[in-house]
Nanobody
Framework: QVQVVESGGGLVQAGGSLRLSCTASGRAGRSYAVGWFRQVPGKGREFVGCISWNGGRTYYAASVKGRFTISRDNAKKTVYQQMNNLKPEDTAVYYC???????????????WGQGTQVTVSS
Protein backbone atom coordinates (compact mmCIF):
# COMPACT_ATOMS: atom_id res chain seq x y z
CA GLN A 1 0.00 0.00 0.00
CA VAL A 2 1.19 3.50 -0.82
CA GLN A 3 0.39 6.45 1.40
CA VAL A 4 0.12 9.82 -0.29
CA VAL A 5 0.11 13.03 1.71
CA GLU A 6 -0.16 16.60 0.46
CA SER A 7 0.89 19.70 2.34
CA GLY A 8 1.49 23.37 1.74
CA GLY A 9 -1.96 24.74 1.04
CA GLY A 10 -3.21 27.97 2.50
CA LEU A 11 -4.54 31.44 1.86
CA VAL A 12 -2.72 33.80 -0.47
CA GLN A 13 -3.52 37.02 -2.27
CA ALA A 14 -3.87 37.12 -6.03
CA GLY A 15 -0.47 37.33 -7.65
CA GLY A 16 1.16 35.46 -4.80
CA SER A 17 2.84 32.07 -4.67
CA LEU A 18 2.50 28.78 -2.83
CA ARG A 19 4.38 25.51 -3.01
CA LEU A 20 2.56 22.26 -2.49
CA SER A 21 4.36 19.08 -1.51
CA CYS A 22 3.30 15.51 -2.09
CA THR A 23 4.99 12.63 -0.32
CA ALA A 24 4.37 9.06 -1.39
CA SER A 25 5.64 6.29 0.84
CA GLY A 26 5.12 2.62 1.41
CA ARG A 27 6.89 0.74 -1.38
CA ALA A 28 10.65 0.89 -1.12
CA GLY A 29 12.51 1.38 -4.36
CA ARG A 30 9.43 2.22 -6.39
CA SER A 31 8.81 5.60 -7.99
CA TYR A 32 5.46 6.56 -9.47
CA ALA A 33 4.23 9.16 -11.84
CA VAL A 34 2.50 11.84 -9.78
CA GLY A 35 -0.40 13.92 -10.95
CA TRP A 36 -2.00 16.99 -9.44
CA PHE A 37 -5.72 17.59 -9.64
CA ARG A 38 -7.99 20.20 -8.15
CA GLN A 39 -11.64 20.27 -7.26
CA VAL A 40 -14.18 22.90 -6.37
CA PRO A 41 -17.56 22.14 -4.81
CA GLY A 42 -20.04 20.72 -7.27
CA LYS A 43 -17.47 19.86 -9.93
CA GLY A 44 -15.29 16.92 -10.78
CA ARG A 45 -11.57 16.73 -10.33
CA GLU A 46 -9.68 18.81 -12.85
CA PHE A 47 -6.27 17.82 -14.14
CA VAL A 48 -3.60 20.36 -13.24
CA GLY A 49 -0.33 18.66 -14.13
CA CYS A 50 1.79 15.56 -13.88
CA ILE A 51 5.41 14.51 -13.64
CA SER A 52 6.79 11.19 -14.82
CA TRP A 53 8.38 8.75 -12.39
CA ASN A 54 11.91 9.96 -13.12
CA GLY A 55 11.05 13.62 -13.59
CA GLY A 56 11.92 13.49 -17.25
CA ARG A 57 8.54 14.68 -18.46
CA THR A 58 5.99 17.11 -17.17
CA TYR A 59 2.52 17.93 -18.43
CA TYR A 60 0.33 20.89 -17.55
CA ALA A 61 -3.21 22.03 -18.09
CA ALA A 62 -3.45 25.07 -20.32
CA SER A 63 -4.93 27.08 -17.46
CA VAL A 64 -1.77 26.77 -15.35
CA LYS A 65 1.00 26.41 -17.91
CA GLY A 66 3.67 29.04 -17.39
CA ARG A 67 2.54 29.66 -13.81
CA PHE A 68 2.84 26.23 -12.16
CA THR A 69 5.96 24.06 -12.12
CA ILE A 70 6.13 20.46 -10.98
CA SER A 71 9.39 18.90 -9.84
CA ARG A 72 10.43 15.92 -7.78
CA ASP A 73 13.13 14.66 -5.46
CA ASN A 74 12.97 10.87 -5.52
CA ALA A 75 15.48 10.55 -2.70
CA LYS A 76 12.94 12.31 -0.50
CA LYS A 77 9.98 10.61 -2.22
CA THR A 78 8.50 14.07 -2.63
CA VAL A 79 6.93 15.91 -5.54
CA TYR A 80 6.54 19.66 -5.50
CA GLN A 81 4.14 21.96 -7.27
CA GLN A 82 5.30 25.55 -7.30
CA MET A 83 2.37 27.84 -8.02
CA ASN A 84 3.14 31.42 -9.02
CA ASN A 85 0.96 34.34 -10.06
CA LEU A 86 -2.03 32.72 -8.41
CA LYS A 87 -5.50 33.81 -9.42
CA PRO A 88 -8.82 33.61 -7.57
CA GLU A 89 -9.95 30.94 -10.04
CA ASP A 90 -7.12 28.71 -8.77
CA THR A 91 -9.02 28.37 -5.49
CA ALA A 92 -9.75 24.68 -4.94
CA VAL A 93 -8.82 21.60 -2.99
CA TYR A 94 -5.65 20.26 -4.55
CA TYR A 95 -4.97 16.54 -4.65
CA CYS A 96 -1.92 14.61 -5.65
CA UNK A 97 -2.13 11.08 -6.93
CA UNK A 98 0.36 8.35 -7.79
CA UNK A 99 0.14 5.94 -10.69
CA UNK A 100 2.09 3.97 -13.24
CA UNK A 101 2.08 6.73 -15.86
CA UNK A 102 0.93 10.29 -16.24
CA UNK A 103 -2.71 10.54 -17.20
CA UNK A 104 -5.07 13.42 -17.76
CA UNK A 105 -7.97 11.68 -16.02
CA UNK A 106 -8.33 10.85 -12.37
CA UNK A 107 -9.10 7.20 -13.09
CA UNK A 108 -5.53 6.75 -14.29
CA UNK A 109 -4.12 6.96 -10.76
CA UNK A 110 -4.11 4.32 -8.05
CA UNK A 111 -3.29 6.21 -4.88
CA TRP A 112 -4.64 9.53 -3.67
CA GLY A 113 -3.91 11.97 -0.93
CA GLN A 114 -6.52 13.62 1.25
CA GLY A 115 -6.25 17.02 -0.43
CA THR A 116 -5.10 20.43 0.69
CA GLN A 117 -7.07 23.66 0.41
CA VAL A 118 -5.70 26.55 -1.63
CA THR A 119 -7.58 29.82 -1.40
CA VAL A 120 -6.62 32.84 -3.49
CA SER A 121 -8.19 36.12 -2.48
CA SER A 122 -8.75 38.96 -4.93
Amino acid sequence: QVQVVESGGGLVQAGGSLRLSCTASGRAGRSYAVGWFRQVPGKGREFVGCISWNGGRTYYAASVKGRFTISRDNAKKTVYQQMNNLKPEDTAVYYCAAGENCDYVAEGYEYWGQGTQVTVSS
